[in-house]
Structures are given as C-alpha cells and as structure tokens.
Nanobody, 119 residues
Framework: QVQLVESGGGLVQAGGSLRLSCTAS????????MGWYRQAPGKRRELVAD???????NYADSVKGRFTISRDNAKNTVYLQMNSLKPEDTAVYYC?????????????WGQGTQVTVSS
C-alpha cells in the first residue's frame, strides 16, 4: 500500500508561480514513474507531466515551457514547478505514482490539491 501526500496548491494571480510536492510512503520495493494530472470542473482528468525512473520527462503541450517536473528519489518526492500560470491552469492537481510491490507493479493517486489562477 502506498500513501501520497500532496502540498503546494493555492490561489495565485495570472503570471504567478506555484510549486507542488508529492511524497510517497508505505510498502513498496521501488518507485517507477511519477506524474501529475489535473482535472478542471466539467472536464476529464488529463496528464500534465510525468517523469520516469530513468529517461526523458513528458509534458502536455499546454504546459511546455512553463511547468517543470522533477523528482528527489532519496525523499520519494515529485515536484511540479509551475510558472507563468494562466487562468486555464485552474484545476485540482493529482499526483500519480507507479511502484513495484512484492509481486507486481501498481499505481496510487494522491488526494488532489486545488490550484486556482485568477485573471
């Protein structure tokens, strides 16, 4: 079982910045991919960015050049630095983590953190 604790959401004006954090804890052998998704009211949940245990990061076209995903493996933590925020970035942001358990791989979701960008 994996517990994910997210932090860093809030209210910011357009053009501002926020940094989200998500820390994983629990029973697992290793962490593979880590990522951030978001869901705006009335819309489907969408991938914002993800970062594998090794290899290149991946970003949604709408956030390329503005958001940066990174991870600290020693702390089991993934970050999302969000700059030049726009009102259309307003959503609940969810952390997603894939881990290796004793017998299989599985993923877990954070509880979500609200990001609101005012115009």
């Amino acid at each position: 079982q994996v517990q994910l604790v997210e932090s860093g959401g809030g209210l910011v004006q357009a053009g501002g910045s926020l940094r989200l954090s998500c820390t994983a804890s629990g029973s697992f052998l290793s962490i593979n991919a880590m990522g951030w998704y978001r869901q705006a009211p009335g819309k489907r949940r969408e991938l914002v960015a993800d970062i594998p245990s090794a290899g290149s990061t991946n970003y949604a076209d709408s956030v390329k050049g503005r958001f940066t995903i990174s991870r600290d493996n020693a702390k089991n933590t993934v970050y999302l630095q969000m700059n030049s925020l726009k009102p259309e970035d307003t959503a609940v942001y969810y952390c997603n983590v894939w881990v290796k358990g004793p017998t299989t791989f599985f993923d877990s979701w954070g509880q979500g953190t609200q990001v609101t960008v005012s115009s």
